[in-house]
């Protein structure tokens, strides 16, 4: 890939450093199993570039079956004897010692599906006929059933957010999000009173400290050890992080409360940079869209850079108490495997799309 963008990788690398260095400080035994999982993910992102650097356009071919098997990922916690079921969600799959959370992976080929169909279909979705609506509708539909069958309501917000955004690029109707987030509103009132692990989770949200000793401890320590960082942090490896006794004081501290743990010891001052990276990534990625010459690799890095974007926001947000708390990790940084994987592949996808535009400039 000489012509792909030259930041892509160093930032995901860097990200990637924050990280497993943090969870090291945390936990030395997970330090290792996420460098691991991080091997793996580099192993994964160099066969993806090796096997599609010619033409990556042939996924398009397969649309539908990227659809498909975004469903089937995404269901697989619910098949009997694998599937396991965390912190009142139903979203891990566990064979032998191996354990991984599918819906990562699901989320990848979601966005090749959207991105396929949206090039193919735009110019007549507009025009309302059920039968170009229906496969998308169909596709996109299971994957919510499923999400809320599995009580993932963090995915949930995450794919829909996807399939709004992309469905906007892709015709241009300010309409259609209208209605998508009027739908939203409707259906997040409906399922939040319907669902018992949702209405808890909107409850602590709107008032935390009358759940302190129950739903809310988790938030509120977070906070907490967000504020103790203050301006300019405790210094790396010098948060308070644990009690005497030795348990953390923040429950799941390396995955979902990661950014917890680095506001703390790195400040305000820390976070900012580390968000602004984020920002970083999230730019190069809509620049590599917009300077593609085809409508799949304009969706695609779109959908890729969004999804990174959207992800992003809203696990920090839920930390921050600036939406309901969702259980989704941070990427690059959070521990779980799944997740590396998952996000190296997104790089090579945008770093596919960045090589071919950039070689066609040239030659140009």
Do not use: C
């Amino acid at each position: 890939m000489p012509l792909a963008d030259p930041y892509l990788l160093p930032m995901s690398a860097l990200l990637t450093a924050i990280g497993v260095t943090e969870i090291y400080r945390l936990g030395p035994g997970n330090a290792f199993r996420q460098g691991l999982w991080i091997v793996i993910g580099v192993a994964v992102f160099g066969a993806t570039l090796f096997w599609l650097h010619r033409d990556y356009r042939v996924l398009e071919r397969y649309k539908y079956v990227f659809g498909v098997t975004a469903i089937l990922l995404l269901f697989l916690p619910l098949a009997p004897g694998i599937g396991e079921e965390i912190n009142g969600s139903r979203l891990w799959v566990h064979v032998g010692s191996l354990q991984f959370q599918p819906g990562e992976l699901g989320k990848i080929a979601l966005i090749v599906f959207l991105a396929a169909y949206l090039r193919e279909k735009r110019e007549v979705l507009a025009q309302g006929r059920l039968k170009d609506w229906g496969p998308l509708l169909v596709i996109w539909g299971g994957a919510m059933l499923v999400l809320f069958a599995t009580d993932d309501l963090g995915s949930a917000l995450l794919y829909y957010g996807i399939f709004v955004a992309m469905l906007y690029i892709a015709t241009a109707r300010i309409a259609f999000v209208a209605v998508a987030i009027g739908l939203f509103l409707v259906g997040s009132f409906a399922v939040s009173r319907a669902t018992p692990h949702v209405r808890a989770r909107v409850d602590v949200w709107l008032d935390p400290y009358k759940y302190e000793h129950t739903t809310g401890y988790q938030i509120l320590q977070s906070l907490y050890s967000i504020a103790h960082g203050g301006f300019g942090g405790t210094g790396l490896g010098h948060g308070i992080m644990t009690t005497q006794s030795g348990q953390q004081v923040v429950p799941d501290l390396n995955t979902d409360f990661i950014y917890s743990a680095l506001a703390q010891e790195l400040g305000l001052v820390g976070v900012a940079a580390l968000l602004l990276l984020y920002m970083a990534f999230v730019v190069r990625g809509f620049r590599i869209a917009l300077t593609a010459s085809d409508g799949f690799s304009k969706l695609l890095a779109a959908g890729l850079s969004f999804g990174f974007a959207f992800q992003t926001f809203v696990i920090v947000g839920g930390i921050t108490r600036v939406i309901p708390l969702t259980g989704i990790t941070l990427p690059f940084v959070s521990y779980g495997g799944s997740s590396v994987v998952a996000n190296f592949l997104l790089v090579a996808g945008l770093l596919l799309i960045s090589n071919r535009a950039n070689r066609q400039e040239a030659g140009a």
